[in-house]
């Protein structure tokens, strides 16, 4: 019985002890508000710089005679910034243009020497002979064959001096055949206008009278004639019109005869055709050489364009590296000035592989420059790499974030960023 009291009693006084520690009950603790939690961010720190930059490079080298520009300076794109001397280049262009005059030239000098392979006549008439065959050779300036014109006669007959001064090309003459009582109306096509003095010691002129030959008038064959109330003062002798010796301009073997004794002949008929096949290959090689002349020249004239240097881009001048009297050569063309659009801006961060998979394009980032730590800016992921680099132990993933520009953003600047993350 007394062990049964004193048990109650101490299960009393633990449960008073209990009431006073002040610890809560259990619906007291579900009654109370959880702490707010600090927003979820990616921190990181980067670099403002131009979204779009080039550096400026020539392709020639050269002096520089002018690189009117500065930095800082903005410039619209094609504006030349830097002019080189191109002497040297004028000069190989004058020369590639001889190169191609020289090689033109070659082509005309062929052309005519192919020309000169089929002979021709210069004259209308007959073939009286010929002195070559097909098959056989022939040198430049041997003769092919002989052709007269015998359709028409000239006979050149003295007339006194005074009648002869009276006498025009055109009038109608009267012409008699020595030995014969043939008389054939002709007319006088030539007065020479220098006087002679016949076998009788009289001063004369010869007269060249052209008489259409019926047939029966050859060459030495004598006349006398009248013209008008003008009678000859001696007997004339008759000739051809018109007669050659038909010669070759060219050389080689002869490949055709196109005519024979016999046949009558307009100027400029092909009488005989000699071998071309050198001269048309080396036509052929002459075509070659002007094309490559042309190209050489074309390639020159076009380099003239690079030895002025020009904007790429619109944008402001960060940096110039070359100017007015230097000399761009190798060791500098590479890098002559540099361009940049100051109008969009960013900063690239680099995070770690844990934190690259919370972060996408779009996301909202909020950055304080270095120079003004109590300002803050916005900018938005517009980039993220696919591929990181190993840094340790660590593999970091750049990030790109446009920024809108403002008037106190610079390039250059170091900014504490902050990643928004969803």
Do not use: W
């Not at 004259?123 to 015998?150: E, H």
């Not at 055949?177 to 006087?195: A, E, Q, R």
């Not at 070759?248 to 071998?275: F, P, Q, T, W």
């Amino acid at each position: 019985m007394k062990r049964h009291i004193s048990l109650i009693l101490v299960l009393a006084i633990l449960a008073l002890s209990g009431c006073r520690s002040g610890k809560p009950a259990s619906n007291e603790a579900a009654e109370q508000t959880p702490a707010p939690t600090m927003q979820n961010v990616v921190t990181g720190t980067g670099m403002l710089e131009p979204e779009t930059q080039y550096t400026i490079c020539a392709s020639v080298m050269g002096d520089v005679l002018a690189a009117d520009f500065e930095e800082g300076q903005t410039v619209t794109e094609g504006t030349p910034l830097y002019v080189l001397n191109q002497s040297d280049l004028l000069a190989n262009i004058d020369k590639a243009r001889v190169a191609v005059e020289r090689s033109e030239l070659a082509k005309r000098q062929t052309q005519d020497s192919l020309a000169k392979q089929t002979v021709r006549s210069k004259t209308s008439g007959t073939v009286t002979k010929l002195y070559v065959a097909k098959g056989g050779t022939i040198a430049q300036g041997a003769p092919v064959c002989d052709i007269v014109n015998d359709a028409e006669m000239i006979l050149k007959i003295p007339f006194l001096e005074n009648d002869a001064k009276n006498m025009t090309a055109g009038q109608s003459a009267s012409v008699s055949l020595v030995g014969t009582f043939f008389t054939v109306n002709g007319s006088v096509s030539k007065v020479t206008n220098g006087h002679m003095v016949s076998a009788s010691g009289s001063e004369v002129r010869m007269v060249e009278i052209s008489v259409p030959n019926p047939g029966t008038i050859k060459k030495d064959d004598k006349a006398t004639a009248a013209a008008g109330s003008f009678a000859c003062a001696d007997i004339g002798t008759f000739d051809y019109a018109s007669s050659e010796t038909v010669t070759s301009e060219g050389m080689g073997k002869i490949e055709n005869v196109a005519v024979s004794v016999g046949d009558y002949v307009s100027g400029g008929a092909a009488l005989a055709s000699l071998d071309t096949s050198a001269l048309k290959t080396a036509n052929e090689q002459n075509d070659l050489a002007i094309k490559d002349a042309r190209l050489s020249l074309q390639s020159l004239m076009d380099k003239q364009d690079d030895y002025t240097v020009k904007a790429p881009v619109t944008g402001t001048i960060t940096a110039k590296h070359v100017k007015k009297g230097d000399t761009i050569s190798q060791v500098n063309m590479a890098n002559l000035a540099a361009i940049a659009d100051l109008t969009k801006i960013r900063f690239k961060m680099s995070v770690d592989e844990i934190d690259v998979t919370k972060i996408k394009v779009g996301q909202s980032v909020s950055f304080t420059p270095e120079a003004t730590p109590d300002k803050e800016y916005f900018g938005t992921v517009s980039y993220i790499a696919d591929t990181g680099t190993k840094t340790g132990d660590a593999t970091l993933y750049e990030v790109r974030v446009s920024v809108s520009p403002a008037a106190e953003l610079k390039a250059g600047m170091n900014v504490l960023a902050k990643i928004i993350l969803d």
